[in-house]
Nanobody, 119 residues
Framework: QLQLVESGGGLVRPGGSLRLSCAAS????????VGWFRQAPGKEREEISC????????KYADSVKGRFTISRDNAKNTVYLQMNSLKPEDTAVYYC????????????WGQGTQVTVSS
């Protein structure tokens, strides 16, 4: 079964840190562009970070720039999102996504993991 599985979410106090993981199964993440999205209650899903298929280019939303870091470990077939200096407004369900074009689009989403930042 081709899927992405996120883990690492939870409850953390403001200023704390979490590391989210997104493990691919049934396919390899090599050459896939990968990204992290989040959706807060009552809001649209937003892209907060992405990493190119080559791993040479990263982008961050202004809201997380300087606090979040995206990375990938191809040997573990896993993408990470290190989140530092968390704020209550970071509370959301976080999703990972992998996509590439190879004679057609290949696009996968994880099931989401809840991150709650609260004192």
């Amino acid at each position: 079964q081709l899927q992405l599985v996120e883990s690492g979410g939870g409850l953390v106090r403001p200023g704390g840190s979490l590391r989210l993981s997104c493990a691919a199964s049934g396919f390899t993440l090599d050459y896939y562009a990968v990204g992290w999205f989040r959706q807060a209650p009552g809001k649209e899903r937003e892209e907060i970070s992405c990493l190119s298929g080559s791993g040479g280019s990263t982008k961050y939303a202004d809201s997380v720039k300087g606090r979040f870091t995206i990375s990938r470990d191809n040997a573990k077939n896993t993408v990470y999102l290190q989140m530092n200096s968390l704020k209550p407004e970071d509370t959301a369900v976080y999703y990972c996504n992998a996509q590439k074009y190879d004679s057609g689009w290949f696009n996968y989403w994880g099931q989401g993991t809840q991150v709650t930042v609260s004192s």
